[in-house]
Nanobody, 120 residues
Framework: QVQLVESGGGSVQPGGSLRLSCAASGSIFSIDTMRWYRQAPGRERELVAAITRSGSTEYVDSVKGRFTVSRVNAKNTVYLQMNSLNAEDTAAYYC??????????????WGQGTQVTVSS
């Protein structure tokens, strides 16, 4: 079993910052790509940022220059630093990871989500 647990969500005023964390635990051989998704009410879930094990990153256009994804492989943890937040960033944020449970078995796992609300 593999568990992903997000933390760091909350309410913030426009222009503020938050840092999300997602820690993976359980039967983990290694973790390949880790991702952050978000889903706002009435909208489809969208990929916000991704980072490979070697540190290559990608972002959705709407967060480029404002969000930074990083990870600490030794801790099986991925972070999302979110700056200059605006109301459009309000959503539930989900962590996602491609996990090698053994050298020959892998799967994609999701966290339970953490809410980010940007409001004055």
């Amino acid at each position: 079993q593999v568990q992903l647990v997000e933390s760091g969500g909350g309410s913030v005023q426009p222009g503020g910052s938050l840092r999300l964390s997602c820690a993976a635990s359980g039967s983990i051989f290694s973790i390949d790509t880790m991702r952050w998704y978000r889903q706002a009410p009435g909208r489809e879930r969208e990929l916000v940022a991704a980072i490979t094990r070697s540190g290559s990153t990608e972002y959705v256009d709407s967060v480029k220059g404002r969000f930074t994804v990083s990870r600490v492989n030794a801790k099986n943890t991925v972070y999302l630093q979110m700056n200059s937040l605006n109301a459009e960033d309000t959503a539930a944020y989900y962590c996602n990871a491609d996990v090698l449970v053994t050298a020959r078995s892998s799967g994609t796992y999701w966290g339970q989500g953490t809410q980010v609300t940007v409001s004055s």
